[in-house]
């Protein structure tokens, strides 16, 4: 029988698993989290956690013998990747047939790796989106607390004017306006006041060091800063790294079992876990969640799961591409990794798109100016289990990416007019100016309202709970952690006085 028993769990250690193991400690349950990934709080040889990203080594990327970085060449030559020994990385690149997902790794999940930009969706987006969810008590309550939580933090808007290290961003937002479109600022959970004192040469530099999606070192407000170090501070909450959960299953008293792999650096197992808990809370982001589920459906594990598992998968209507300046517009050679400003056409009424002005911090000027396009692509895959391999599946046709490439090229379409410019055609491995092959924002596998209920109780089985990204049915519009936080504050609230305080 299972060697531990807990009366919580909760799978993954990202956004929605960084809520819940919060909010389950404060309210005096005992919980285990179980990450996958390393815990990463220690310096290596070089004396940094993270590497940078222009000198990639086994801390980049989860197990993999060579770097797979979204811009992968430069003047077409093969000058980004590099080789590395298998290692558990902080950055993940799961490839499926016409489909690339890169996702965090590591406890804080995708908090270690992203860009860090916070925003609020749209009401009028938000309420499409959730049609079942009280948006007045979202905007009132749910997302205003995600934001404290998470510690949300604006730029100066004087010193975003004149830093020599936006000066990328302050390119493309002129451009943007010569094209006549409006730009916003982005809040941040990297701390800007850190970064000011960076540029002032007065602490250790992160973002202005280049480091982004191999983690940084300073600066950067990520989960196992904020959420699951208050967690911890509860007293109630348990964190094993580099164990991932394999199977689910529930017992005839209703309580589940969970096959746990403990792995070691060189990815070996070196022992394996049943771990008992009555409230089982899966927080392993959209494709780890439903991977798990769809296991447990298949397998008849947890024979109560229905068809919805696995549907209503989105990209969030990725797109990367990127734009060549003027020899007289230099984008700067120096640049901070953190985004603050996005071109905002999310109201355009044809092709709505919401574009982070991305820098490209490698240290010599590139002229180049990179968006990270978020459009509205009704276009939806379907996550399953291969039976023959027992591993996830992705049903996504790369045409259906093309709604994503229409609506972000008409976008740059128009700034390459306003500013007579063109596209980089090097920077993606071959000769496409939009990278329509991978996403940063997977969304979906177990919508809310549709293999869950209205909070993220999963349908068919009592005390399974989905807290993480796979609730979002595809998109949402606008860079995707604040929302799945708040959804996650929303959900618990409820579930922890409901079904676990029993009130
Ligand atoms: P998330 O993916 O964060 O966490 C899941 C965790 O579960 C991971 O730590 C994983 O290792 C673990 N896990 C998975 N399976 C497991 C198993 N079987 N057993 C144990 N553990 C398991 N968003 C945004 O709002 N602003 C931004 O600027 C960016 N930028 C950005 C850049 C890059 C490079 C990436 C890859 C992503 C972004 N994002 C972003 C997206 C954002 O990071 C993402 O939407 C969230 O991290 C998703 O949060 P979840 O809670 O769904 O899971």
């Given at each position: 029988g299972p060697e531990d028993a807990y009366p919580a769990v909760v799978v993954g250690s990202g956004y929605g698993a960084a809520v819940a193991a919060l909010r389950l400690g404060e309210a005096g349950v005992r919980t285990l989290v179980l990450e996958m990934g390393r815990l990463w709080n220690e310096a290596g040889p070089d004396g940094r956690v993270f590497c940078r990203m222009t000198a990639p080594d086994?801390?980049?990327?989860?197990?993999?013998?060579r770097t797979e970085a979204p811009?992968?060449?430069?003047?077409?030559?093969?000058?980004v990747d590099r080789d590395i020994d298998p290692y558990p990385g902080v950055l993940d690149r799961v490839n499926f047939e016409h489909m690339s997902v890169y996702v965090g790794r590591g406890l804080g999940g995708g908090s270690l790796v992203n860009g860090g930009m916070a925003v609020t969706p749209s009401r009028r987006y938000f309420e499409k989106v959730f049609?079942?969810?009280d948006a007045g008590e979202m905007y009132r309550t749910y997302f205003p607390r995600a934001a404290s939580a998470l510690g949300v933090n604006s730029a100066d808007p004087d010193w975003l004017g004149r830093s020599t290290h936006y000066r990328y961003a302050r390119v493309g937002r002129d451009q943007a306006h010569n094209a006549g479109l409006s730009t916003v600022h982005v809040p941040n959970v990297y701390d800007f006041g850190y970064m000011e004192r960076e540029e002032r040469g007065e602490v250790a530099r992160s973002a202005l060091a280049g480091q982004v999606i191999y983690g940084n070192d300073h600066g950067k407000r990520s989960l196992d800063k904020t959420y699951l170090a208050a967690a911890l501070g509860t007293g109630n909450v348990t964190v094993r790294t580099m164990h991932r959960v394999d199977a689910v299953r529930q017992e005839r008293d209703g309580g589940y079992v969970l096959s746990v792999e403990e792995i070691d650096t060189a990815g070996s197992t070196v022992a394996v876990h049943e771990i008992a808990c009555r409230h089982l809370f899966l927080g392993a982001g959209s494709l780890g969640t439903t991977e798990l589920l769809l296991r447990a459906r298949d397998t008849g594990a947890l024979a109560g799961l229905g068809e919805e598992v696995g549907a209503g998968w989105g990209t969030n209507g990725n797109v990367m591409a990127a734009r060549a300046n003027h020899a007289w517009n230099p984008t700067g050679c120096?640049?901070?990794s953190i985004p603050a400003l996005a071109v905002d056409d999310w109201d355009n009424p044809v092709h709505p798109v919401f574009a982070e002005i991305a820098p490209v911090p490698a240290g010599i000027e590139t002229w180049i100016s990179l968006y990270l396009a978020i459009t509205e692509n009704p276009e939806r895959g379907t996550l399953y289990r291969d039976p023959a391999t027992d591993r996830l599946g992705l049903r996504w046709?790369?045409?259906?990416n093309q709604p994503s490439v229409t609506a972000a090229k008409s976008l740059l379409d128009r700034i390459n007019r306003a500013n007579r410019t063109v596209y980089r055609?090097?920077?993606?491995?071959?000769?496409?100016?939009?990278?329509?092959?991978?996403?940063?924002h997977p969304l979906g596998g177990c919508v809310l309202g549709k293999a869950t209920d209205g909070h993220g109780r999963v349908r068919g089985h009592r005390n399974l709970y989905v807290t993480d990204g796979s609730l979002i049915p595809g998109s949402v519009g606008v860079n995707p952690f604040v929302t799945i936080t708040a959804l996650a504050e929303r959900n618990l609230a409820r579930i922890v006085a409901e079904d676990v305080l029993g009130r």
């Open positions: 086994r801390r980049s990327m989860w197990f993999k013998r811009l992968s060449s430069m003047l077409w030559l093969d000058v049609p079942g969810v120096k640049q901070s046709t790369r045409d259906q055609y090097d920077l993606f491995g071959d000769d496409r100016a939009f990278a329509d092959d991978f996403c940063y």
